[in-house]
C-alpha cells in the first residue's frame, strides 16, 4: 500500500474522530471561540491552556523527555502505574479540568464501551480519576503533541496522529480484574468477550491445525516489542486457516479494536494492512495456564511484524497492544 500525505491522513484521522458536544457537556465553553463540536484532540487543546504554569511544570514534558528510571516517557506502557504524581480527582485539577479529562477519555472510547470502562474503573480503583494521572507531552497550541491517561489496568493515549507510524498513538494496555483470581468464564470482566471470539477459531481448528496453534508456554506478557518480517512467530499462521476460520478471525480482529474510537481503529487496521495484513500473523493459544481446564485458552496472542495483540487471561485480564506500520518502531514498557 503506498504511503499516503502526512497533512491529508492526519486530516481524515482527526475529521473521522469521534466528537462530543463541548458546549453540553461544558456549558461555560460555549464562547465564540469555541466549535461547538470538538474532538479529543481540541479538548486537549482546551486543557492545556487552562492549566496554570505551576501545574504544566509537573505535568506537561517535552516531546522526547527522558525520564532518568523509566526511559522516554511519552511511550512507556505498564499494566498498573501514574505517569506523574497528579491524580486526577485530587485538588490538583479545578473542576472544570476535570471535566476536560473525563470529556478527552470518553473521546477516545467508542461510545457503546464508556460503561464497561467505566466499570472495569469502577472494579479497578474505585471510579474514573482514582489511582489515574495525565501527562501532556509536546505543545498542544502546535502540531505535535500527545496526552497519555494512566493507572491500574490503563494505558491510553490521545495524539491527534502526532506520534508518526504508530496505531493508538503508541502501545497501550487495558485490564480488568472484578475479581483477583478470576473462574473460568470470568464473571464480570467487560474484556472477556474478546477471547470468547477468540476461541471460536480454536474450536473451527481440525487436530493438525490445534498442534500448530497450542503453544506450551506464555511469553512474558510485556513482551511486545516487534520482531519484524523475519520473526519467529508462535501459533498458526493465519494462512493454514480456512475461509471459514478466516471470518472468524475477522470477527474476532474488529472485537479486539471495538473499545475504541474510529479514527484509531481505522489506523490500526491501516497498520496491519501495511506489513500484509492478517495474512502475516501467526495466532497462539497457550495451554500453560488453562483456567477450569476446560481448553477455552485463557492467554493467547495474535502476532505479525508490527502487531502485537497480546491477551493474558488468568488469573484476571491483562491486554498489551502494539501495532505499527513499521517494525523499526521501538517499545518502552
Known amino acids: 500500500m503506498p504511503h499516503s500525505n502526512p497533512a491529508n491522513r492526519r486530516k481524515f484521522l482527526q475529521q473521522s474522530a469521534a466528537l462530543v458536544t463541548a458546549s453540553t457537556a461544558l456549558p ?5 471561540d469555541t466549535p461547538q463540536t470538538a474532538t479529543a484532540e481540541s479538548l486537549v487543546k ?4 487552562t492549566l496554570k504554569p505551576e501545574q504544566r511544570s509537573q505535568v506537561c514534558y517535552d516531546w522526547g523527555f527522558v525520564d532518568p528510571k523509566r526511559g522516554l516517557l511519552r511511550t512507556r506502557v505498564a499494566n498498573n502505574w501514574m505517569i506523574n504524581d497528579q491524580e486526577i480527582n485530587s485538588d ?5 479540568q476535570k471535566d476536560l479529562i473525563r470529556k478527552i477519555f470518553e473521546g477516545i472510547i467508542n461510545p457503546e464501551w464508556h460503561a464497561g470502562f467505566d466499570q472495569q474503573l469502577e472494579d479497578d480503583c474505585g471510579g474514573f480519576g482514582e489511582e489515574q494521572s495525565i501527562a501532556i507531552f509536546g505543545q498542544p497550541d502546535q502540531d505535535q503533541f500527545e496526552l497519555v491517561l494512566t493507572g491500574r489496568h490503563m494505558t491510553l493515549r490521545c495524539d491527534g496522529n502526532s506520534a508518526e507510524n504508530v496505531a493508538f498513538g503508541g502501545p497501550i494496555f487495558y485490564g480488568h480484574a472484578p475479581n483477583d483470581e478470576e473462574e473460568a468464564d470470568h464473571p464480570g470482566n467487560v474484556f472477556w468477550p474478546q477471547a470468547v471470539e477468540a476461541n471460536k477459531i480454536y474450536t473451527m481448528l481440525d487436530g493438525k491445525q490445534r498442534k500448530l496453534a497450542e503453544v506450551a508456554t ?12 523475519e520473526g519467529q512467530f508462535a501459533g498458526i499462521p493465519i494462512t493454514e486457516l480456512s475461509a471459514d476460520q ?7 480482529l474488529k472485537k479486539l479494536i471495538e473499545p475504541f474510537r474510529q479514527s484509531d481503529q481505522q489506523e490500526a487496521l491501516e497498520c496491519l494492512e501495511r506489513q500484509g495484513g492478517l495474512d502475516a500473523c501467526n495466532l497462539a493459544f497457550f495451554t500453560d495456564h488453562d483456567i477450569g481446564k476446560d481448553q477455552v485458552w485463557d492467554n493467547w496472542r495474535l502476532e505479525g511484524p508490527a502487531f502485537v495483540w497480546h491477551f493474558r487471561g488468568a488469573p484476571h485480564v491483562h491486554v498489551w497492544v502494539n501495532i505499527a506500520n513499521d517494525p523499526s518502531v521501538k517499545l518502552n514498557a
Open 28 to 32: 461555560h465553553l460555549a464562547r465564540a
Open 46 to 49: 482546551v486543557l492545556y491552556e
Open 92 to 96: 490538583f485539577y479545578t473542576g472544570e
Open 218 to 229: 506464555t511469553p512474558s506478557e510485556q513482551k511486545v516489542a516487534f520482531q519484524g518480517g
Open 246 to 252: 478466516r471470518g472468524q478471525m475477522q470477527v474476532t
